[in-house]
Nanobody, 117 residues
Framework: QVRLVESGGGLVEAGGSLNLSCATS????????MGWYRQAPGKQRELVAL???????KYSESAKGRFTISRNNAEKSVYMQMNNLQAEDTAVYLC???????????WGRGIQVTVSS
């Protein structure tokens, strides 16, 4: 069974930093893309950042310049350093992975990030 488990969330003051991690288990296939999405109360899920196997990255406009995504292909894990956090970054952050072989998508349960202003 494939599992994605997030860690590193929590409560931080505006201007602070957090480093999210996502560990996988049960992944017997090659992962094409890993990344992070977020969902704030009453809003749709939105892309934050993605990284492919060649470390090509894609960021949302709000994440550019503040967040840095990285991955470890051997460990099939993904990370995101978030700096200069603002109140509007408050959301549940979900880890995402897409398989290379058939493009199946997998999601973590999410972790809360709360930024106090």
């Amino acid at each position: 069974q494939v599992r994605l488990v997030e860690s590193g969330g929590g409560l931080v003051e505006a201007g602070g930093s957090l480093n999210l991690s996502c560990a996988t288990s049960g992944v017997l296939f090659r992962i094409a893309t890993m990344g992070w999405y977020r969902q704030a109360p009453g809003k749709q899920r939105e892309l934050v950042a993605l990284v492919d196997r060649d470390n090509v990255t894609k960021y949302s406009e709000s994440a550019k310049g503040r967040f840095t995504i990285s991955r470890n292909n051997a460990e099939k894990s993904v990370y995101m350093q978030m700096n200069n956090l603002q109140a509007e970054d408050t959301a549940v952050y979900l880890c995402y992975a897409k398989a290379s072989i058939d493009y199946s998508e997998y999601w973590g349960r999410g972790i809360q990030v709360t930024v106090s202003s």
